[in-house]
T-cell receptor, first 111, second 110 residues
Framework: DADVTQTPRNRITKTGKRIMLECSQTKGHDRMYWYRQDPGLGLRLIYYSFDVKDINKGEISDGYSVSRQAQAKFSLSLESAIPNQTALYFC??????????FGPGTRLTVL | KQEVTQIPAALSVPEGENLVLNCSFTDSAIYNLQWFRQDPGKGLTSLLLIQSSQREQTSGRLNASLDKSSGRSTLYIAASQPGDSATYLCAPTGTYKYIFGTGTRLKVLA
């Protein structure tokens, strides 16, 4: 079984819809992250969390929110999706050394 | 703000060659630096993590070095194979935030 799983893997939605992307991990790590990847821009950090009660904004948090429901679960929400949020979204975890493990990604298309 | 540059952006080599991928970063106040590979349409696979106090790390045919003072890291791949074809990303981290380069797209020809 994969250590970091993301659901859904693909999603097509319309402008204005609320979308939730979910991430679960079995690695027992406290630290979890959400990134988006766009062609030519690389990966950019959206939010990160170092434990259940800790939520921090990353480089590009506008238009997104997160929830850390448990140590193993970290979800990303787009309250009102817009076309420029079309991207590949990755969840990651890390141990205290900083070694990151990534999920397989969610491809989101906003029409 | 940390800026990360990876050179070259793309590289095509015949199988068996030894090669070097470069990563430079503007803020030397980092805790560590990680190298990843990404296959097309897939997630990232962690390759090596170098802590700021270390100079290099090795894993199999891969060797990564770090020179914090000059803001540089290199990933050395020995005896390249077609299966090494992927995009390689470096990510220095400071204040717990990872900043990624845009990667080097490597193609190893059989």
């Amino acid at each position: 079984d994969a250590d970091v799983t993301q659901t859904p893997r693909n999603r097509i939605t319309k402008t204005g819809k609320r979308i939730m992307l979910e991430c679960s991990q079995t690695k027992g790590h406290d630290r979890m992250y959400w990134y988006r990847q766009d062609p030519g821009l690389g990966l950019r950090l959206i939010y990160y969390s170092f434990d259940v009660k800790d939520i921090n904004k990353g480089e590009i948090s506008d238009g997104y929110s997160v929830s850390r429901q448990a140590q193993a679960k970290f979800s990303l929400s787009l309250e009102s999706a817009i076309p420029n949020q079309t991207a590949l979204y990755f969840c990651a975890t890390s141990d205290r050394t900083g070694f990151q493990f990534f999920g397989p990604g969610t491809r989101l298309t906003v029409l | 703000k940390q800026e990360v540059t990876q050179i070259p952006a793309a590289l095509s080599v015949p199988e068996g060659e030894n090669l070097v991928l470069n990563c430079s970063f503007t803020d030397s106040a980092i805790y560590n630096l990680q190298w990843f590979r990404q296959d097309p349409g897939k997630g990232l696979t962690s390759l090596l993590l170098i802590q700021s106090s270390q100079r290099e790390q090795t894993s199999g045919r891969l060797n990564a070095s770090l020179d914090k003072s000059s803001g540089r890291s290199t990933l050395y791949i020995a005896a390249s194979q077609p299966g090494d074809s992927a995009t390689y990303l470096c990510a220095p981290t400071g204040t717990y935030k990872y900043i990624f380069g845009t990667g080097t797209r490597l193609k190893v020809l059989a």
